[in-house]
């Protein structure tokens, strides 16, 4: 059988897993990527400090799923990272997602875990909101009540989404637990870590492979034609934003971007946590400070803080109804190009979904099989 030719169009991490498992397959694979290095949002550097960054963004790896995890093995150590996130309210640097400690500490009593359950339901049954939830703050607050949703979700949601907490999905809520014993982990997934050497060594690492070409600077619409002359690849791959692939045809999608400012400190330590989130002060999020999470040791200390912005490159998608209903009109689409083996649409912006890392392999492997 002659090996087929493909295009892979992004080298971030759907790219670069769909190019492995291609070319584990023997096909021969090119792949193109518009910035000047793998990763995408994944890619992360060493500074001259001796503490590794992410450059567009903290990212944490964790997973339930066996074969993900063992797929990532293959390519890179992980340390034994367990993540953990401080929010500054009131004052204080309290635990985050909400656990007992955290209403411990917010009203300065003591509470086992059964006080907490029966506080948080009298919380619950004092505010309103529609049940089922139909939205971000219904979630939220069919959980921990109206007094502990401002305090933590409202204005970090405001200043993440620039929207009314109201009009995004309440599967955005989802992504944090809410919890009643001591456990301060923001992840309890089976496995997690950080890759040993970083997340662009580790897909660098995934796409090092005989049949796999790479070309940077590369914008597949810059040259399309070109890319999509008739025999010259039988199977593209795309990651990129999902309506652009379809000049738009089914109305624009949103995308949100965040501006980062990294900043190294003259001092070992900078705060507690890998991650402090500001949910009510100032115009940023969250501040990650790097060496937490990697475990390097250096006399100065890397930080990141995150801007949450509407222009920029495209970092989350906006799950909103409106959005959400043009994607499903895209994915008709997409499904109908799936159907007839010509191309694959994965990753979080070629298939407009909320993806953690693990998901997006995840995907890569479910469409390949
Ligand atoms: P991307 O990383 O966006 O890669 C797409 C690639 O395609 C890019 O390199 C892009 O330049 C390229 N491309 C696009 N269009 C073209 C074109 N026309 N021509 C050529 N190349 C093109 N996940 C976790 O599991 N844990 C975390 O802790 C975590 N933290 C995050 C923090 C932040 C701030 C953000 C933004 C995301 C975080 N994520 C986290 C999610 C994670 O970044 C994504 O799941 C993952 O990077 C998505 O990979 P992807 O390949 O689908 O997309
Ligand atoms: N969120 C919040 N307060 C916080 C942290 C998160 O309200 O302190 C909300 C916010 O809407 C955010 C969402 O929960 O966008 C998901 O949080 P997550 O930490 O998963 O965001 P990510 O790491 O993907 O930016």
């Known amino acids: 059988m002659s090996m087929r030719k493909c295009l892979v169009i992004g080298a971030g991490l759907a790219g670069a897993t ?5 070319a584990d397959r023997g096909e021969k694979v ?3 990527e518009k910035r000047e290095h793998p990763g995408g949002n994944c ?3 060493k500074t001259n400090a001796g503490v590794t960054v992410h450059k567009y963004g903290p990212h944490i790896f964790h997973t339930n799923m066996t074969d993900v995890w063992q797929f990532c093995q293959r390519f890179s150590r992980f340390n034994l990272y367990q993540h953990r996130v401080l929010s500054y309210v009131d004052g204080q640097l309290l635990p985050f997602p909400i656990n007992r400690d955290t209403v411990c500490r917010l009203f300065g009593v003591e509470m086992g875990i059964r006080d907490v359950e029966s506080f948080l339901a009298d919380e619950v049954a004092r505010s309103s909101y529609r049940e089922p939830p139909e939205n971000f703050k219904d979630a939220v607050i069919s959980q921990v009540g109206t007094y502990l949703y ?7 949601t405001r200043k993440q989404w620039s929207a009314d907490p109201e009009t995004l999905s309440a599967e955005i809520a989802g992504r944090i637990p809410i919890r009643s014993n001591r456990d301060d982990r923001y992840f309890t997934d089976l496995y997690q870590g950080l890759p040993e050497h970083g997340y662009t060594a580790m897909i660098e690492s995934m ?3 005989p ?3 790479i070309e940077f600077n590369t914008d597949y619409f810059l040259a399309r034609s070109e890319f999509d002359k008739p025999g010259k690849y039988d199977l593209k791959v795309y990651t990129g934003e999902l309506d652009k692939f379809f000049d738009e045809a089914y109305g624009r999608l949103e995308y949100r971007s965040v501006k980062f400012e990294f900043r190294t400190v003259d001092q070992e330590v900078f705060q507690p946590a890998a991650v402090v989130n500001y949910p009510n002060d100032y115009d940023f999020t969250r501040i990650t400070e790097f060496k937490h999470m990697t475990m390097e040791k250096s006399k100065k200390t890397e930080l990141c803080l995150e801007y949450p912005s509407a222009q920029g490159i495209p970092s989350y998608v906006v799950l909103n109804q409106e959005n959400i209903g043009k994607r ?3 994915l008709d689409h997409v499904n109908d190009l799936e159907e007839q083996g010509k191309a694959l649409f994965v990753g979080r912006l070629a298939e407009y979904r909320y993806y953690n890392m693990d998901q997006v392999i995840a995907s890569v492997m479910n469409k390949l099989k």
């Open 328 to 330: 499903q009109a895209y």
């Open 211 to 213: 049949s796999i070409t």
């Open 43 to 45: 890619y992360d550097e």
């Open 207 to 209: 796409l090092d492979h």
């Open 150 to 156: 401002d305090k933590f979700f409202h204005n970090y």
């Open 18 to 22: 769909a190019a492995r498992l291609l």
């Open 30 to 32: 090119h792949v193109i």
